[in-house]
């Protein structure tokens, strides 16, 4: 409530160094908006967004669809089922990849490869912003993680914690199960 996934979106979109040309990829999707939210901020931008759109949520490929449209940008969104443990798309193919709040719902997977499977859909000089839960009981050792995409040429690479008031304060986090709210970004 009270427009906090709108501005979540908003600070997520901002650490992104990005023209807004090319094509983006939302990983996880869901009812579209943060899909949308990337198509109404950099206009000339193609935007995909993708999700494995389980039984437990309300969401669908229509339901992104006819969000898209109510807010004007369907040409230049597409929606389609996939999954993040295996993105169904070359390597290198997009400018820009971003998620939030979506790994740590991925039962059983190794969320550092997850991380590094949304990578390599990443064009060589894109960028990106991953924010998610990453606990170190779900993540492991971020801090080794960012450390090994600096050694394969990641420049720019920053965990940011995203419970610091930028969005919500420690407290808020605490009450709305959103410890551990971190912002992975950089540059490939």
């Given at each position: 409530?009270?427009?906090?996934?709108?501005?979540?979106?908003?600070?997520?979109?901002?650490?992104?160094?990005?023209?807004?040309?090319?094509?983006?990829?939302?990983?996880?999707?869901?009812?579209?908006?943060?899909?949308?939210?990337?198509?109404?901020?950099?206009?000339?931008?193609?935007?995909?967004?993708?999700?494995?759109?389980?039984?437990?949520?309300?969401?669908?490929?229509?339901?992104?669809?006819?969000?898209?449209?109510?807010?004007?940008?369907?040409?230049?969104?597409?929606?389609?089922?996939?999954?993040?443990?295996?993105?169904?798309?070359?390597?290198?193919?997009?400018?820009?990849?971003?998620?939030?709040?979506?790994?740590?719902?991925?039962?059983?997977a190794d969320k550092q490869a997850l991380l590094l499977e949304t990578l390599r859909v990443l064009k060589k000089g894109g960028t990106y912003a991953i924010h998610d839960l990453m606990s170190p009981r779900r993540y492991g050792d971020m801090q080794a993680f960012v450390q090994k995409l600096r050694e394969m040429g990641y420049e720019r690479?920053?965990?940011?914690?995203?419970?610091?008031?930028?969005?919500?304060?420690?407290?808020?986090?605490?009450?709305?199960?959103?410890?551990?709210?971190?912002?992975?970004?950089?540059?490939?």
């Amino acid at each position: 409530g009270g427009g906090i996934m709108e501005q979540v979106h908003r600070v997520v979109l901002s650490h992104l160094d990005y023209d807004g040309e090319g094509k983006i990829l939302e990983v996880g999707c869901g009812s579209g908006a943060l899909t949308i939210r990337s198509a109404l901020t950099w206009p000339k931008a193609k935007v995909i967004g993708v999700d494995y759109w389980g039984a437990v949520y309300n969401y669908s490929k229509a339901l992104c669809e006819k969000n898209a449209a109510s807010e004007g940008v369907a040409s230049r969104c597409v929606f389609q089922h996939g999954d993040a443990k295996q993105l169904d798309f070359p390597d290198e193919s997009f400018d820009v990849v971003i998620s939030n709040y979506v790994y740590h719902n991925i039962t059983g997977a190794d969320k550092q490869a997850l991380l590094l499977e949304t990578l390599r859909v990443l064009k060589k000089g894109g960028t990106y912003a991953i924010h998610d839960l990453m606990s170190p009981r779900r993540y492991g050792d971020m801090q080794a993680f960012v450390q090994k995409l600096r050694e394969m040429g990641y420049e720019r690479v920053e965990l940011i914690d995203t419970t610091d008031g930028s969005f919500m304060t420690p407290k808020e986090a605490k009450r709305l199960m959103l410890r551990g709210s971190t912002l992975l970004v950089g540059r490939k």
